[in-house]
């Protein structure tokens, strides 16, 4: 099993410009989360996704829309990048009430 | 919202010799607590976790004890290596349909030859 992949590894992207974040997970969990790490304050949760069909905002949802395209994938977007949204996203996912499994991580850095 | 705060933020400590990481929480409702190690570059990932009906939990050198009166639970490393040296996080999480976890702010080991 691969677990949690995310694509791509790192990107650049200039300001105004727009990306997908892509996670997949292979694991049969029903649970996937979008989170963002900044140096000095943890990881922070964007948007979850409970099941197939469902997403829900996290504490920093804003400037963010995501897709649960099926059960073993979840997108991330930013429709226009701003500086403050340069961070290392990560994709986890679980199953049910269960620990969560994180991808290797994206390192996005916005111009 | 939740909010978990965590201390230290960085701790040094002699190999051989233990390790505590203090975390305190906000929302009495929370339930879930697991703390993940994450070295430099990598993906975090758990090393233990509790749930709130129990005080203490154990994995080999690892412990965690949960404090729900004064909301707070800890980390205890004993007979550090090397090999521990990571950031490490704990989390909270309340009941819900999915794990919503709340971070701390996260805690630097290095554990000095």
């Known amino acids: 099993n691969a677990g949690v992949t995310q694509t791509p590894k790192f990107q650049v992207l200039k300001t105004g410009q727009s990306m997908t974040l892509q996670c997949a997970q292979d694991m049969n969990h029903n649970s996937m989360y979008w989170y963002r790490q900044d140096p000095g304050m943890g990881l922070r949760l964007i948007y979850y996704s409970a099941s197939e069909g469902t997403t829900d905002k996290g504490e920093v949802p804003n400037g963010y829309n995501v897709s649960r395209l099926n059960k073993r994938e979840f997108s991330l977007r930013l429709e226009s990048a701003a500086p403050s949204q340069t961070s290392v996203y990560f994709c986890?996912?679980?199953?049910?009430?269960?620990?969560?499994?994180f991808g290797p991580g994206t390192r996005l850095t916005v111009t | 919202g939740e909010n978990v705060e965590q201390h230290p933020s960085t701790l040094s400590v002699q190999e051989g010799d233990s390790a505590v990481i203090k975390c305190t929480y906000s929302?009495?409702?929370?339930?879930?607590f697991p703390w993940y190690k994450q070295e430099l570059g990598k993906r975090p990932q758990l090393i233990i976790d509790i749930r709130s009906n129990v005080g203490e939990k154990k994995d080999q050198r690892i412990a965690v004890t949960l404090n729900k009166t004064a909301k707070h639970f800890s980390l205890h490393i004993t007979e550090t290596q090397p090999e521990d040296s990571a950031v490490y996080f704990c989390a909270a999480s309340s009941v819900g349909s999915a794990r919503q976890l709340t971070f701390g702010s996260g805690t630097q080991l290095t554990v000095l030859p």
């Open positions: 929302d009495s409702a929370s339930n879930y």
């Open positions: 986890a996912s679980s199953l049910a009430l269960y620990e969560q499994y």
